[in-house]
Antibody
Framework: EVQLLESGGGFIQPGGSLRLSCAAS????????MSWVRQAPGKGLEWVSG????????YYADSVKGRFTISRDNSKNTLNLQMNSVRAGDTALYYC?????????????????WGQGALVTVSS | DIQMTQSPSSLSASVGDRVTITCRAG??????LNWYQHKPGKAPKVLIY???NLQSGVPSRFSGSGSGTHFTLTINSLQPEDFATYYC?????????FGGGTKVEIK
């Protein structure tokens, strides 16, 4: 059974740093790209960042580029999101998800399994 | 970034109704369009990928259609478990952007 368990959420002051982790099990972690998606209170879904199975290809939304860093440790089946210089607008429930490519095209993908989310609250 | 616009933002419907949700892209996304269902306190779930392909395990009352900039999600014979928020997502360009969501509520 595929399981994704986020951790590391909490309260943080503006300008501070926080590291989210996602522990994966039930599938061959290194074979799959992974993504972070967030949902601010009362708002919709926002894709944040993605990383290929090897970790070589990395992508960010403009809203977090230069502040957040995605990484993965395939030996530990763990996905990470280092959040620096956080702002009030980063307050959200952060989900990790398997970024599944259903054929060989760069465009053919969807977010398959999702975790339950880690809540990050940025407030002074 | 490609802007995705859903309509309506919310709707009220009864069990057994046919519901249609529209998603428009700011530019053509060919057919690289997914639909997700999100219930409060639960993880989102993919329903449709590539505009019209039903994800494994999803009931056949869900269907998707469209191409280019105009897409629809249809739920035939709405069931009690279908009350949720639905999102479209384009994957033609990075970042893969979501629509604002459509909340389907009980009438």
């Amino acid at each position: 059974e595929v399981q994704l368990l986020e951790s590391g959420g909490g309260f943080i002051q503006p300008g501070g740093s926080l590291r989210l982790s996602c522990a994966a099990s039930g599938f061959t972690f290194s074979s799959y790209a992974m993504s972070w998606v967030r949902q601010a209170p009362g708002k919709g879904l926002e894709w944040v960042s993605g990383i290929s199975g090897s970790g070589v290809s990395i992508y960010y939304a403009d809203s977090v580029k230069g502040r957040f860093t995605i990484s993965r440790d395939n030996s530990k089946n763990t996905l990470n999101l280092q959040m620096n210089s956080v702002r009030a607008g980063d307050t959200a429930l952060y989900y990790c998800a398997i970024w599944y490519y259903y054929d060989g095209s760069d465009y053919s993908h969807f977010l398959d399994y999702w975790g339950q989310g880690a809540l990050v609250t940025v407030s002074s | 970034d490609i802007q995705m616009t859903q309509s309506p933002s919310s709707l009220s419907a009864s069990v057994g109704d046919r519901v249609t949700i529209t998603c428009r892209a700011g530019q053509s996304v060919i057919a690289y369009l997914n639909w997700y269902q999100h219930k409060p306190g639960k993880a989102p779930k993919v329903l449709i990928y590539a505009a019209s392909n039903l994800q494994s395990g999803v009931p056949s009352r869900f269907s998707g259609s469209g191409s280019g900039t105009h897409f629809t999600l249809t739920i035939n014979s709405l069931q009690p478990e279908d009350f949720a928020t639905y999102y479209c997502q384009q994957t033609y360009s990075t970042p893969p952007t979501f629509g604002g969501g459509t909340k389907v509520e009980i009438k």
